[in-house]
């Protein structure tokens, strides 16, 4: 589940990670206001003004202003608030601004030079591992500086026994080049991102810019963090922060259903039960000639209804001219998928795009005689093999 950066900037917070002081506002009243409590706090005269929106690169496309006034503050949220902001993440369609985040400015004046920082948190799935990457280059594209300066980047192993060592932190500040308070302030900061990191159960956390103000001060200036949707049981209060509207509609609706579901850019849509089988069948669609139109698991039961509900998913996509059913019977028998698949067909109505089901395990042979019999227009197929061969005959034009 991914957070908006206030959500991020907010869980950072109650670990005692410095963040700057923000303000999150849905109407323009609001935004002097938001303002003037920010400058109360802090003392500052300047702000930045930034849209919330599950993406990067807002600034590029208008969505992160500076104001220099009160009065620009109310302008900037304005023009921001309710916009339709489009980057370089989002997609030509790209996103609805909803909320905007009134912080304080960071770039303060002070005794030393301030400077723009990267880090960020991850599973290293290579070495079963987390790793903390960093780069004294941050406020741009990380993917750019690793490939024009792959010596600027660097990594840190975190030993799941041990968790992060003093030593490893005092080494991130040394490779950062930081000096006296600046150097201190980060070493203390880096325990305290990764304790909030580990707490959270976060699957990224990445800080771009990771800022040393003016005053040797460390803050957060910005934050994307994506949580492990299976530990929210464990996180009621982080579970509250999802943002419906950041997410795809169709997604949505088929978590609602208990349903795996991802939408694909290709034309052959898929159901599945099981991930690894899944993982195969996209494999094989794609060797057959065709694209996947999606991602979806029905999960170990498939039943009659969610094999309904699974087909409704994937029908809703415009660009699905075939649905491969690809059902192994271990803990469900396969008479009992095909009945559910006759069921659902005739509950939907008329389908306009061919169906190739494949049921293998328990009782394969019965459950293709049903759907041979059931007088619908579903094609059967026992074998892998069988079903690729349809579904590449079905997509020649």
């Known amino acids: ?35 003037v409590e920010v400058s109360e706090k802090t003392g500052c005269s300047i702000w930045a003004v930034k849209a919330q ?30 916009m339709q902001l489009v980057t370089p993440q989002t997609g030509p369609k790209g996103k609805k601004v909803r909320k905007i985040l009134i912080e304080q400015g960071i770039y ?29 280059r941050g406020g741009m594209d990380i993917e750019k500086v690793a490939e024009e300066t792959p010596e600027q980047i660097y990594t840190e192993e975190i030993d799941p026994k041990t968790g992060i060592l003093p030593f490893q932190s005092r080494r991130i500040a040394f490779n950062y080049g930081l000096k006296g308070d600046a150097f201190k302030n980060m070493v203390s900061f880096v ?9 959270t159960d976060a699957s990224l956390l990445e800080i771009n810019p990771l800022f040393k103000a003016s005053d040797n001060k460390i803050l957060v200036a910005d934050t994307k963090m ?19 509207h ?14 795996s579901y991802v939408k694909l850019d290709g034309n052959v849509g898929c159901m599945v039960n099981g991930a690894g089988l899944a993982m195969s069948t996209m494999d094989i669609i794609k060797l057959s000639g ?19 509900e699974a087909f409704r998913i994937i029908l809703k996509d415009p660009n699905v001219k075939a649905i491969l059913v690809n059902i192994f019977g271990g803990i469900v028998r396969c008479d009992r998928v095909a009945n559910g698949i006759v069921d659902a067909y005739k509950n939907i109505g008329e389908i306009n795009v061919p169906i190739i089901v494949r049921l293998q395990g328990t009782n394969a042979e019965p459950a293709k005689k049903i759907i041979d019999d059931s007088g619908l227009k579903v094609h059967s197929a026992i074998l892998l093999k069988e079903a690729a061969q349809l579904v ?6």
């Open 1 to 35: 589940m991914n957070l908006h950066e206030h959500q991020g900037k907010s869980l950072l917070e109650s670990f005692g990670v410095p963040v700057p002081e923000i303000r999150v506002i849905d109407k323009v009243s609001l935004a002097r206001k938001a303002a």
């Open 53 to 82: 929106i599950h993406a990067g690169g807002r600034g590029k496309g208008g969505g992160v202003k500076i104001a220099e006034s009160l009065d620009e503050v109310e302008k900037y949220a304005g023009e921001i608030l309710g």
């Open 392 to 397: 590449n005959e079905l997509l020649m034009p």
């Open 191 to 199: 325990p305290k991102l990764y304790n909030a990191y580990i707490k």
């Open 108 to 136: 303060y004046s002070g005794d030393y030079e301030p400077a723009e920082l990267y880090m960020s948190i991850l599973l290293n799935r290579a070495i079963s591992r987390n790793m903390i990457m960093y780069s004294p």
């Open 246 to 259: 950041e997410e795809d509609p169709i997604e949505v609706e088929a978590d609602s259903f208990g349903l």
């Open 226 to 244: 994506t949580i492990d949707n299976n530990s929210l049981y464990r996180h009621p209060e982080i579970a509250e922060m999802r943002d419906f």
């Open 290 to 308: 065709g694209e996947p139109a999606n991602f979806l698991d029905v999960g170990g039961s498939a039943s009659a209804k969610r094999v309904e």
